[in-house]
């Protein structure tokens, strides 16, 4: 069975897109630490980032460097900050995070609560910066 994030790569599941190309996939978190929290997936199901090939992996960074850049402009901050995590689903990815702090990076902190039209808002802020 696809992951989540394979149906969303499918459009069985909607998201915020925010680039893509024909290896991977940009898109909103839903559970945004910070407006722009972006999530960067490779279009090919892997569960563990490090069972992606080697150039593989250094594509997915490269394409990561382009999303932060447009989060950069998008959402002015000191810098944005990349976590890999990788145990709430079993789909490979990057956490793009505009910081302020290293606090802006702590998982444990509260999720933003946006609205539809706000996550549109940061979307198309990030589509256009890229």
Known sequence: MATLFSRIVAGEIPCYKVAENERFF????????????????PKREVDYIFDLEDEELAALHVFAKQVALAIGKAFPCRKVGMAVLGLEVPHAHIHLIPMQSEKDMLFSNPKLQLSAEEFAEVAEAIRNAF
Not at 29 to 41: A, E, F, M, R
């Open 26 to 41: 940009a898109f909103l978190d839903i559970n945004p630490l910070v407006k722009g929290h972006t999530l960067v997936i």
